[in-house]
Every structure is written in structure tokens, then in C-alpha cells.
């Protein structure tokens, strides 16, 4: 690896350690077994830096989401079986100690001191959308519209990120998949009677 790539593995470690207010640029060299000026060659900032690790964080969460059995989610796409089996799986993630979803609340609070930071991840949700997409329905991420994105993907995103908050701060009261496919379920059958 380069030192591209040894600032970025480093960067995930010390997210994951010590949260993004935390973690100091020298806490990424140190952890990376770079330098300092490499930071600003590489990505800018050490922001910047955190920012593009957390994104990276994200994507790998991505098999996880699937199951851990590697068949996928169950049900066919689209339907409310195959919706609990994927938020099912997603719940699962936010159970596990150190889950990087409580990163995302310290990411999602302080987003207004970082603008930099703020304005990368708002472009990362878009694709975020458009990645839980063809999990939950079906299809290539690639043959997703972009207004399929802005509507379905932004859906499951606010979804994501309500489930992240309340995990994050009560998890003992916070949805499960059952629940939140019976809350559909019911939506569902109140707007076909509208």
C-alpha cells in the first residue's frame, strides 16, 4: 500500500477508536506509520481524510446488510418480507459494541463545525440511497435513476438514519424489523383505502 491507502486504513482505526473529534492528525500518522505533510498531499485535510474513511466505513458495511449466511436477504424484491430480512440484518449491525453507527450521530451532531466534512457526506447519501435500493428491490445499483435515488433512496436513508439515532441513544426501546415491516404493512393497507 501507499501512503493514499495507509492514511486511509489509519484513519478508519482512529474513527473507530476515538470518534471523529477526537482523532488528531498525528493520531492518523501514528496509526498509518506515515506523515504528517502526507495528509494535505493525499486528501487536503485531515477532514477531508476522516471524511473519505468514514464513507469508506460505510461501503463496507454493505455485505453486512445482506446477511451473514452470504444467501442474501430473504424474500422476493420488493416485498415485505424481503424489507424485515434487510432491516433485520441492518438492526444487527447497530447492535454490535463500537458499531460505527454511533459515529454517525457524533458525525450527524457536529456537522455544522464542519463544513467540509458536512458537504462530502451530503453528496455520500445520494449514493447511499441508491446502494439500499437494489438490496430492498431489487435490480444493479448502476441502473438506478437519479430520481429513483432522490425518492426511494432518500426514504430508506431517512429511514437509516432515524434507526441509527434511536439505536444509538435507546436501544432498548428502539424498532425492530418486525416492527418497522408491520408499520409498513399498515401504511400500506391505509393508502390503497385513500
Known sequence: MGH?????????????????????????????????????????????????????????????????????????????????SVWANII????????LWRLSMEILVMGDQLPEVRDHLARAQREAGRGLIPLLMGGREEDVSDETAD?????????????IAQWSFDPKTAPEADQLADGLRQIIVAAAKG
Open 4 to 84: 493514499r491507502e495507509d492514511l486511509l486504513e489509519g484513519a478508519k482505526r482512529c474513527l473507530l477508536e476515538k470518534g471523529f473529534a477526537r482523532t488528531t492528525a498525528r493520531d492518523v500518522v501514528k496509526e498509518s506509520g506515515t506523515n504528517l505533510a502526507s495528509i494535505g498531499y493525499h486528501y487536503g485535510s485531515k477532514d477531508a481524510l476522516l471524511a473519505q474513511a468514514y464513507v469508506s466505513l460505510v461501503e463496507g458495511m454493505g455485505d453486512a446488510f445482506e446477511g451473514s449466511d452470504g444467501a442474501g436477504p430473504a424474500g422476493e424484491p420488493g416485498s415485505l418480507e424481503r424489507f424485515r
Open 92 to 99: 444487527g449491525t447497530m447492535r454490535e459494541p463500537g458499531s
Open 151 to 163: 425518492t426511494v433512496g432518500r426514504f430508506y436513508v431517512t429511514l437509516m438514519t432515524g434507526l
